[in-house]
């Protein structure tokens, strides 16, 4: 039971992934509160989040903001979720959210200004690919930001101790940070987690 629950924090799908995504809306809600405000957003930046889930994070910013919203997620039950909580500006062509895996798809190079991810990089079993691949997405002095529940509070949920969550440490995350090229690394923490941010 409790590794069906941590895979639907990985994918959700059908009825359980229903309510997951509320509980996630309610208890992350708060982290996209200090992740925006984090990407410093400018009229008309091309901004990317990977794995929108319910599609919070991508109304909030193309709600407040004057830019393009572009988002990736491979669960199909949060894509649709979120397409429909985004409707009317993905009519108006502000936001685009895509169905897919970040790992598998090609990207672009040098299209965002801004990249970022919140509760994702535990399911990326290795970061140096993703990271390389989000730095070649962004444009010369782009922006990649992350926030992730830090070690002990991953720990206090019993859904994460069945090698579905990859419980990196801030240092391990600087560390693949700096490997895939990113500058200017720096990180504010709180009760809950790490907000990093970096540059290319
Ligand atoms: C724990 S949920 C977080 C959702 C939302 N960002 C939040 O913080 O509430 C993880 C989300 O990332 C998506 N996801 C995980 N790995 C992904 C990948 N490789 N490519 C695209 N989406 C991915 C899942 O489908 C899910 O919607």
């Known amino acids: 039971m409790l590794r069906l629950i941590g895979n639907q924090f990985k994918k959700p799908t059908g009825l359980l992934g229903k309510i997951i995504s509320i509980l996630m809306i309610k208890g992350n809600g708060p982290d996209y509160d200090i992740m925006i405000p984090e990407l410093d957003i400018k009229k008309n930046d091309r901004i990317l989040e990977i794995g929108y889930g319910h ?29 429909k909580r985004n409707e009317e500006h993905i ?19 040098a299209q965002y200004d801004k990249v970022f991810c919140v509760h994702v990089i535990y399911f990326w079993n ?10 070649t997405g962004l444009k010369e002095g782009g922006v990649f930001c992350i926030f992730m529940a830090n070690i002990d509070f991953i720990n206090k949920k019993k859904f994460t101790k069945d090698g ?12 693949e940070l ?5 500058e200017d690394i720096t990180y504010n923490t709180n009760n809950k987690g790490y907000i990093i941010k970096c540059r290319k």
Request: aromatic residues 14%; glycine residues 6%.
């Open 55 to 83: 599609g919070l994070g991508v109304n909030r910013i193309s709600s407040s903001y004057d830019c393009f919203v572009s988002g990736i997620d491979f669960s199909e039950l949060m894509f649709k979720e979120a397409t």
């Open 126 to 135: 290795n970061l140096s690919e993703p990271f390389s691949k989000i730095r």
């Open 91 to 109: 009519k108006q062509k502000k936001v685009e959210l895509n169905f897919g895996n970040f790992l598998e798809v090609e990207i672009k190079p």
């Open 178 to 182: 700096k490997r895939a090229g990113f």
């Open 164 to 175: 579905i969550f990859n419980k990196y440490s801030i240092d391990q995350v600087v560390t």
